[in-house]
């Protein structure tokens, strides 16, 4: 059985929700999937004084050694300015012995990402997480026109061909549409259909 790994980080939990939808999708696909976050790294007073969400079902993950062990790593992240946040790079910045190792070419790899506007960094900040992808030589695959719901110009939503996307509003208080998570849930399933014919 093909096994994906959701990888988030999420501060207000938006990207949360969009992790849970990419997860849905790829069981779609038949595959085993575990959604796992890493860590906060921000003082403890700028996480209470932002309200940052802090409650949540998904476990850490294990640390960087456990993504060699997944056919599919999917990345999700808000954006700051511009790129993924320093959670996240912190994270990716521990992965320099599977490089070393080749531990994960080949994987295939994805990314859904939230911004507070809808020029806010979604591409800029989807592709500061494909370019570690690309390095560890992963096959990356996005949210292709297949999903036709990105692709209406009557409502302001997220989703571009580089992964999925929501918008949260610069207070939070959006959340995420529904075409929104269907775009997640499509690239979920595409990633996990895709890791199942390249591992067959």
């Known amino acids: 059985m093909t096994k994906v790994l959701v990888l988030y980080y999420s501060s207000y939990g938006h990207v949360e929700q969009m992790a849970d939808a990419v997860a849905e999708g790829a069981r779609?696909?038949?595959?085993?999937?575990?959604?796992?976050?890493?860590a906060?790294?921000?003082?403890?007073?700028?996480?209470?004084?932002?309200?940052?969400?802090?409650?949540?079902?998904?476990?850490?993950?294990?640390?960087?050694?456990?993504?060699?062990?997944?056919?599919?790593?999917?990345?999700?992240?808000?954006?700051?300015?511009?790129?993924?946040?320093?959670?996240?790079?912190?994270?990716?910045?521990?992965?320099g012995g599977l490089w070393m190792q080749g531990a994960l070419v080949g994987k295939v790899g994805?990314?859904?990402?939230?911004t507070a506007s809808q020029h806010g960094g979604q591409e800029t900040t989807l592709f500061s997480i494909l370019t570690n992808l690309i390095h560890h030589g992963m096959v990356i695959v996005g949210l292709d026109y297949g999903f036709k719901g990105q692709m209406g110009v009557d409502e302001v939503l997220g989703g571009t061909p580089y992964g999925a996307t929501t918008i949260a509003s610069g207070d939070g208080s959006r959340q995420p549409h529904e075409l929104e998570l269907a775009g997640a849930r499509y690239q979920g399933q595409r990633i996990a259909t895709v890791a199942g014919k390249l591992a067959g």
């Open 28 to 38: 779609a696909a038949g595959a085993e999937v575990d959604i796992r976050r890493v």
């Open 110 to 114: 994805g990314a859904f990402v939230s």
């Open 40 to 95: 906060e790294t921000a003082p403890d007073e700028i996480v209470q004084g932002a309200h940052f969400k802090t409650d949540t079902a998904h476990p850490l993950i294990e640390g960087p050694d456990a993504l060699a062990g997944y056919d599919a790593i999917i990345v999700g992240s808000p954006t700051r300015y511009g790129r993924m946040p320093g959670q996240m790079a912190a994270f990716w910045d521990t992965t």
